[in-house]
């Protein structure tokens, strides 16, 4: 089979008075961030129940819940078998969706990331071993699932017995399991060993293979499993669906409207295309699945199939030319499929094939036009063209977007008429499954909300301990519109509060601090997060989905993720320290720089260093992110820098501490605000030039912005080798600072750009640290005397 790009799984960054206040937290931990390394096995069949085992540092030390994401497994017992090795029984619902479910761990002291476990339909078997001699291969039944693993250099052969004609499928979930890179093959062969059909990777299923035949004859049928390179680990695990169900490759319309019923074709199976009439979901997600399912059985996982209320409307052949385009009539009304958007479906069934749609347009009308190919799982590549249908001059096109194959064109058309919309495979490749789905709509404002990352390819997961916080930052990409937005999470867990500020139209970042009273329960939820316009009466749709980096290729290339459309939340055993920081009485000014104060508070058994450092930091400031609380101290700080184009104003704060309590533990203080102002002095620094072992006058004018009380020493620094100048004093009414500089014999001669000013304004009790320059000062060499001596030399 025709090998498909990879393909990802879309299951879909005071309060303050002085100190800030801290509560002084008691108790033990016994640990803390769990890791879930691997589930075993990885799946089950649905109207069973399964014991499952799952492995990681720290899952077994206090287990108390499996986390899932939707109904259909129920957990019925847990427990723990070591520190590492948490045993659950789970009951797979005879109903339960079949395919990809995500699951974490939750523990008293924290919460795993996203692992899978797959629900399918068919009795699960074990592979056993010897089985990687062709001549004596593990016999099998028809229509079963076997868990088996591909170590180093291993080959797995299984052997099943088929009637003549009989469809044969093969369907291997390896890559998707999301353990490692697993790049595996599967071939069906006759006892002679002759092929009969073979796969490596496969668009329907990213990295993952699958064969299909109609048996030849009656008799013995052999599969081959292995890695593609013949490599293979212990992670390298796989689920081999083997039976007589259905595998079509594509679907035709892949979309349609909540609760219509529409003619389907089901296309790619061996046996051939099947129409069927269905009823679509009026599930309101925008991604949904359908399964073909016969009378021998029913495909092990779906096919891609969009929801959305567009109206289908399908290529006619031959469109394969201008003359031939289907036409769309886009001016017509949104009731009849015009305006209020339109879904072109078509298939590009031989190489070199281009499709044709004529959409007629009024003059100035803007559409999106969002190609998915890709993104139903087709081999197609597509590129998409747009032209003018009377002299056929291209206005726009578009091949891959955002780093992904599909195409993505905003058209606005220039005049009323008619446009040519052309769609062809990038390499002009084509076959019976390279489907497509072109959805025409006008721009729809949208939010775009994503938890930001700690740490690059992890995906953030918010541990919250008793009588502590934490805190994270929250992304928003505004789609079509603008404006200050309120960012909430609905659904958090009992004695948990959220605090954040509006995020101004100008940002597209806020933080958030979540907090847990000293009683709530140890408790996880699964909270939507959402935003929404401040503007009354103004309503935007709010999207979130947090990636789970689940499998990358070389230079960290995403191969195989989950994305999840809820964050999630557990409430944790309290631990040893809280954090708070020293508001700030004064701003950091531009070019000038502060100490931040942050004050641990330790219960008497816990001595470790804490790090710590800011949640993130406001545009123009720096700060040090190696600054820890010693051992056994209570406080440190952390410097603070700002670039003399710092915006200004208030910007919301937060520091994060981490610390090793027989594991990581993350806390965060309270929100409070960092104030960014213009430096209170502007200087006006002279161009001045001394010769060597001479000096010079060096006045410096000063402009006072900000007024302000009593005196400050101000130095000259930046200055060569060599070269000194004594401080000065300056006060609110002060024009200008004349500095003398002295140069040495030995001073560098040459033009030195170096020269700053430093100086600190005490406010309040605070110092306003200001670092401004700069200033430049020449040194030349002396001009020789007659006698051959340097001025200045003793004869």
């Not at 009795?123 to 593990?138: G, T």
């Not at 595996?184 to 668009?203: G, H, K």
Request: aromatic residues 6%.
């Amino acid at each position: 089979m025709r090998k498909a790009r990879r393909m990802r799984h879309t299951c879909w960054p005071s309060l303050w008075a002085a100190t800030l206040l801290v509560i002084l937290l008691a108790g033990s931990v016994s640990a803390a961030d769990p890791r879930l390394g691997n589930i075993v096995p990885q799946g089950g069949q649905r109207g069973t129940a399964v014991v499952v085992h799952f492995h990681g540092a720290r899952i077994g030390q206090d287990p108390l819940e499996i986390v899932r994401y939707e109904p259909g497994i129920e957990v019925t017992e847990l427990k723990s078998i070591d520190a590492n090795h948490a045993q659950a029984k789970l009951s797979i619902g005879a109903d339960c969706r079949i395919g990809i479910h995500p699951l974490r761990v939750r523990t008293a002291t924290g919460l795993t990331r996203i692992r899978t476990f797959h629900v399918g339909t068919l009795p699960v078997i074990a592979e056993q071993e010897p089985n990687s001699d062709f001549s004596h291969p593990q016999a099998i039944a028809m229509d079963v699932t076997v868990e088996g693993v591909v170590k180093t250099e291993d080959v797995d052969y299984f052997v099943i017995q088929a009637k003549k004609g009989q469809r044969i499928t093969a369907q291997l979930d390896g890559l998707r399991l999301g353990r490692t890179f697993f790049d595996p093959y599967l071939a069906i062969l006759n006892p002679q060993r002759f092929e009969l059909a073979t796969s490596d990777d496969t668009a329907l299923l990213a990295q993952d293979p699958i064969v299909s035949i109609l048996a030849p004859d009656e008799g013995q049928y052999i599969l081959c499993v292995r890695e593609s390179a013949f490599g293979g680990s212990d992670a390298c695990s796989y689920r081999l669906h083997v039976g007589r169900f259905p595998r079509p490759l594509a679907l035709l319309p892949a979309g349609g409207r909540p609760g219509e019923t529409l003619e389907v074709t089901w296309l790619g199976d061996v046996a051939g295309p099947v129409r069927e009439q269905i009823t679509v979901s009026t599930d309101p997600g925008q991604q949904f699945g359908l399964f073909r399912q016969d009378n021998q059985g029913i495909a092990p996982s779906p096919n891609v199939f969009r929801i959305g209320n567009l109206a289908n409307i399908m290529e006619v052949e031959p469109n394969d030319a201008a003359k031939g385009a289907t036409l769309v009539n886009l001016q017509a009304a949104p009731e009849s499929g015009g305006v209020g958007g339109v879904a072109l479906n078509g298939i590009i069934d031989q190489p070199g094939d281009t499709d044709h749609f004529r959409l007629r347009m009024k003059k100035g009308q803007v559409l999106d036009l969002n190609v998915y190919a890709r993104r139903l799982r087709s081999p197609l590549d597509p590129v998409l063209q747009i032209r003018r249908a009377k002299d056929n001059k291209t206005l726009g096109g578009n091949d891959d977007t955002g780093g992904k194959p599909d195409s993505y064109l905003r058209f606005t058309a220039p005049d009323q008429g008619e446009y040519l919309l052309q769609i062809h495979d990038h390499l002009h490749a084509g076959g019976s499954n390279y489907t497509y789905r072109v959805e025409v709509t006008p721009p729809t404002p949208r939010i775009e909300l994503q938890i930001a990352e700690r740490q690059r390819w992890v995906a953030t997961k918010l541990e919250l301990p008793r009588g502590n916080r934490t805190a994270f930052m929250v992304q928003a990409a505004r789609r079509d519109f603008g404006g200050p937005l309120e960012v909430r999470l609905e659904n958090l867990p009992s004695g948990v509060t959220l605090e954040t500020v509006t995020m101004p139209a100008n940002r597209g970042t806020v933080p958030v601090v979540l907090a847990a009273t000293a009683d709530a329960p140890l408790a996880a939820s699964l909270p939507a997060l959402v935003a929404h316009p401040v503007e009354e009466g103004k309503t935007v749709a709010s999207l979130f989905s947090q990636r789970t980096w689940l499998v990358k290729g070389r230079n960290n290339i995403e191969v195989w993720s989950h994305y999840a459309d809820r964050a999630a939340i557990a409430v944790t055993n309290r631990v040893p320290f809280t954090l708070s920081f020293v508001q700030p009485k004064v701003p950091l000014v531009r070019g000038g720089s502060m100490q931040l104060k942050v004050v641990a508070e330790r219960t008497d058994d816990f001595q470790e260093p804490i790090a710590v450092r800011m949640l993130y930091n406001p545009p123009g400031i720096s700060s040090s992110r190696s600054i820890s609380i010693g051992k056994g101290k209570t406080e440190a700080s952390i410097p603070l820098t700002a670039r003399g184009n710092a915006p200004t104003g208030p910007w919301d704060i937060c520091i994060e501490g981490q610390a090793n309590v027989q594991g990581r533990v993350l806390v965060a203080t309270p929100l409070g605000k960092l104030d960014i102002q213009p430096p209170y002095v502007t200087f006006a620094f002279p161009k001045s030039t001394v010769e060597m072992g001479q000096t010079v006058d060096y006045p410096v004018g000063v402009t006072i912005n900000t007024p302000f009380e009593g005196s400050t020493t101000v130095t000259l620094q930046g200055l060569p080798a060599g070269v000194t100048a004594e401080p000065l004093t300056m006060t609110a009414k002060t024009k200008e600072l004349n500095f003398k500089i002295q140069t040495s014999v030995k001073a560098p001669p040459g033009m030195h750009k170096t020269l700053l000013c430093r100086f600190s304004i005490l406010q309040d009790g605070e110092p306003i640290a200001h670092t401004l320059g700069s200033g430049q000062l020449r040194i030349d060499k002396p001009l020789e005397e007659k006698s051959g001596k340097r001025k200045g030399e003793s004869k």
